[in-house]
């Protein structure tokens, strides 16, 4: 059989971890139309009668603003150090200047690199792919290029089998019926965090973590899940957006969490979210990897 471990690399808004979600054909990394939103290194695992993909999303490159950014960047590099093969994704509107210094980056670590073009569905004739591909193969020393739309599950299972192809033979990483290794409450946390950053994203950009303080049986109702949460933000006077006019916003969000937690989890939840500050988080390490940011 065939097994190893993949590294998706990209700019922000790459569509990563849409990517991602698409290959392992379950949602493990949550989703954003706005850049930079990944922050744990997701691991997401899929099995199949050609063997074993452990699939690693990262945080996506930008500039190091914060303490927190800053060990996002080294997470990144301890996942291509780590990889046996790098998909690194790009637009179908071409190179940028981001993406060329992703894999002038990629370059210095000498592994093998399947290039995904990202996104065709946004073109209008397949035909313009083609100058891309070519241009694409004389810049770079590439084991592959696959085009896919991610969003629409164009071209997925092409994919797995390019990479499965280039996949070292080996036993299973990772027990068959695992999927993840994101802790239960991680996962609770992000799809929280989704919610609030899809809701409140013009308003506040990047001040947003979710913690789960507490998960339990209902006293009366056992087959119930009880979750306490808090809403992380950095600044006091972001807290009214979050929690809206009489306390629309925070409602909102809390509604559209509980029903995917409750998908997740096979059970009725109740959701019990509250708005917390916590002073300049991003640049407290001791803060922050209470979130799950660089434990994993």
């Known amino acids: 059989m065939k097994s190893g471990t993949i590294s998706v690399i990209g700019k922000p808004n790459a569509g990563k971890s849409t990517l991602i979600n698409a290959l ?8 954003s139309s706005h850049p930079a939103i990944t922050r744990i290194r997701i691991l997401g695992i899929h099995n199949s009668e ?37 998909l690194a994704v790009i637009e179908s509107r071409g190179w940028q200047t981001e993406d060329e210094r992703i894999m002038q980056m990629i370059k210095k670590f000498n592994k093998k690199t399947i290039l995904v073009i990202n996104k065709v569905d946004l073109l209008s004739h397949k035909e313009s792919l083609l100058p ?12 592959d290029i696959v085009p896919v739309s991610a969003s629409k599950n164009k071209n997925i299972d092409a994919l797995r089998d390019t990479i499965f192809r280039h996949l070292p033979e080996g036993d299973a990483l990772f027990p068959e019926d695992m999927t993840t290794n994101l802790p239960l409450q991680y ?21 947003i973590a979710v913690e789960v303080e507490e998960m339990k049986k209902g006293t009366k109702n056992k087959e119930m ?22 306390g629309a916003k925070l409602k909102e969000i809390g509604q559209l969490a509980r029903k995917e937690i409750e998908v997740l989890l096979g059970k009725k939840v109740y959701l019990e979210l509250w708005v ?21």
């Open 24 to 31: 392992l054909g379950q949602k493990v990394s949550i989703v």
């Open 50 to 86: 050609k063997g074993q993909i452990a699939i690693l999303d990262t945080p996506g490159f930008e500039k190091i603003r914060n303490e927190l950014g800053r060990m996002m960047q080294k997470t990144i590099i301890n996942s291509i150090e780590e990889a046996d093969i790098i």
């Open 132 to 143: 891309l591909i070519k241009e694409s193969n004389e810049r770079y020393e590439l084991a």
């Open 187 to 207: 996962i609770i946390a992000e799809i929280i965090r989704e919610k609030a950053v899809n809701r409140t994203y013009q308003e506040v950009p990047q001040s």
């Open 225 to 246: 899940i009880v979750i306490k949460a808090d809403i992380i933000i950095d600044r006091e006077n972001l807290k009214h957006i979050i929690i809206g006019k009489d």
């Open 276 to 296: 917390k500050v916590i002073k300049d988080w991003r640049e407290r390490p001791d803060i922050f990897r209470r979130f799950g940011y660089g434990n994993i």
